[in-house]
């Protein structure tokens, strides 16, 4: 599969939609919470696509004056789940995060769905908080975090 990372656009607001109502029954990002994402945020949408077909999103935003980012929403089209897209799109996230000297990625995920938190959890997440009635639907989330620049000590110490 010749998949293409790259930053979302108005264009794929549509196709944005379609993966959305596929893949969360609740919590759903909007049109217009798409537009301001695309157009406004203090973030990136990265989508991933193959063959005109888009696949995947992720969404990160950026704290001003935090080294930190937060991986917002993630979603893989049930046709391409299974074949590695989440681990690259997360991939993905973690070097935009480094690009703006973010020293570590934070997020939500609901406790009933394994299958996200067993991919954070081998990509080095490691769970620091239990959110209850965190969704519109009253499921809980755990919040998971993972450092992400590992090199910041060895630059001290290599500092004249």
Known sequence: MNTLFRLAVMEDLPALLKLEEQCFTTDRLSS??????????????????????????????????????????????????GNGLGKQLLDRVEGIALERDCAYVRLEVRTDNPAAIALYERNGYRRFALIHDYYQDHADALRLEKRILQHCEAREIQAP
């Open 32 to 81: 217009r919470s798409f537009q301001w994402i695309i157009s406004r945020a203090h973030g990136q949408l990265l989508v991933a696509q193959c063959d005109g077909q888009l696949l995947g999103y992720a969404v990160v935003l950026f704290h001003r004056g935090r080294p930190m980012a937060r991986l917002y929403s993630i979603a893989i089209a049930a046709r391409a789940r």
